[in-house]
């Protein structure tokens, strides 16, 4: 009985749900298309050329981290100011002193280490705001004269810097990117 009944139901050409409409098949050139737009869309480059830095955003932190500095000089410059300085460290990464604030290049010229002193002393979750981030970290490891985020927004660790050992106020952040770039202490 329950095979006439499906033999019966597989015939009709209609929708099984009313009102949804049938799909068309999907080409391959079609799925070729839709991913090289998405491609496109989403492209590193792309989305540094219809870059707008938020309102409520100092320097956004965030967005420069691990970005190729050939590809963000100008937004950086308009960030951060004219370059001052440029050297290289120990291990061999560009750092460039800027007028406010300090990068540092890996080898493949990816922006690693984004050193930001803020204009004024703020609270955390403000310092993290006026830095591109979200101010809802979770979980802060208070140190001495420091707080850290560690993993938080594509970031290996995020330090705020206290202005005094028992404030809660700080006047600087940095903001590492990559994993292998830091030396755990």
Same mark, same amino acid.
């Given at each position: 009985?329950?095979?006439?009944?499906?033999?019966?139901?597989?015939?009709?050409?209609?929708?099984?749900?009313?009102?949804?409409?049938?799909?068309?098949?999907?080409?391959?050139?079609?799925?070729?298309?839709?991913?090289?737009?998405?491609?496109?869309?989403?492209?590193?480059?792309?989305?540094?050329?219809?870059?707008?830095?938020?309102?409520?955003?100092?320097?956004?932190?965030?967005?420069?981290?691990?970005?190729?500095?050939?590809?963000?000089?100008?937004?950086?410059?308009?960030?951060?100011?004219?370059?001052?300085?440029?050297?290289?460290?120990?291990?061999?990464?560009?750092?460039?002193?800027? !007028? +406010?604030? &300090?990068?540092?290049?890996? =080898? $493949?010229?990816?922006?690693? %280490?984004?050193?930001?002193?803020?204009?004024?002393?703020?609270?955390?979750?403000?310092?993290?705001?006026?830095?591109?981030?979200?101010?809802?970290?979770?979980?802060?490891?208070?140190?001495?004269?420091?707080?850290?985020?560690?993993?938080?927004?594509?970031?290996?660790?995020?330090?705020?810097?206290?202005?005094?050992?028992?404030?809660?106020?700080? !006047? +600087?952040? &940095?903001?590492?990117?990559? =994993? $292998?770039?830091?030396?755990? %202490?």
């Amino acid at each position: 009985m329950w095979l006439a009944l499906v033999i019966a139901c597989s015939g009709s050409d209609d929708p099984v749900v009313s009102g949804v409409p049938r799909a068309l098949p999907i080409t391959a050139e079609q799925i070729a298309s839709k991913r090289e737009n998405e491609e496109l869309r989403t492209s590193p480059r792309n989305l540094e050329v219809n870059y707008v830095k938020p309102e409520r955003v100092y320097i956004d932190v965030h967005f420069l981290g691990g970005r190729r500095w050939e590809n963000v000089r100008e937004i950086v410059i308009d960030q951060l100011g004219t370059l001052s300085e440029e050297a290289v460290d120990a291990q061999g990464r560009s750092v460039k002193r800027l !007028d +406010r604030g &300090t990068l540092t290049l890996d =080898q $493949d010229g990816n922006i690693d %280490i984004v050193d930001i002193p803020l204009p004024e002393p703020m609270r955390r979750a403000d310092a993290m705001v006026a830095c591109g981030f979200s101010g809802l970290a979770d979980k802060y490891h208070a140190l001495d004269r420091e707080f850290r985020v560690t993993q938080f927004q594509t970031f290996r660790r995020i330090v705020l810097h206290r202005v005094a050992p028992d404030d809660d106020l700080v !006047d +600087r952040l &940095t903001g590492y990117k990559r =994993q $292998d770039r830091i030396r755990e %202490i």
